[in-house]
């Protein structure tokens, strides 16, 4: 099989893959806001007797500030929680199950079974992009007119990153 047909098919197969990237990716550039999320009631029982910082870690909301905290009841931004039962309740914003799937694309660890699939997706994809430089002479117009396109993506990402 050469380049060009293994190129061709694994493009293809790496199409529908890219798109579904593309669009959790696009979702993660909003991961600080509360775009595409949805609010969600939760009603848990923690550890009794915590302070905010640690009430904050166990429900896992950044900076929980209380506003009110009457040593029973401590109340905040999201609900409330009851120091002596444990019990807390309270809404917060989370992307839709499908959607918080999705993005878990990106976030994969090599705790995570997903980060195998990322590999191969990278290697797959900088296999793309080597096996483009293969498919046309090194003497033809087309090839050069490539190789000035490559600088330039290169040159682009170089700017971003130290702009």
Do not use: C
Request: net charge neutral; no cysteine; charged share 15%.
């Amino acid at each position: 099989m050469t380049f060009r047909v293994l190129h061709r098919y694994l493009g293809y197969f790496l199409a529908g893959i890219m798109m579904v990237y593309a669009l959790s990716g696009i979702t993660l550039i909003f991961r600080k806001t509360d775009s595409f999320k949805v609010s969600v009631h939760k009603e848990i029982t923690v550890e009794p007797g915590l302070d905010a910082p640690a009430l904050g870690e166990a429900l896992r909301i950044r900076n929980l500030l209380p506003t009110d905290n009457d040593g029973t009841v401590m109340v905040f931004e999201q609900g409330s929680y009851n120091t002596v039962t444990g019990e807390a309740d309270y809404t917060v914003k989370e992307l839709p199950y499908w959607l918080d799937k999705l993005t878990h694309l990106h976030k994969a660890t090599t705790e995570d079974p997903l980060y195998y699939f990322n590999i191969f997706f990278g290697l797959a994809l900088l296999f793309l992009a080597i096996s483009s430089f293969f498919m046309f002479a090194k003497s033809s117009f087309i090839f050069k007119k490539g190789l000035w396109f490559t600088l330039g993506g290169i040159i682009l990402v170089l700017i971003m990153l130290y702009v």
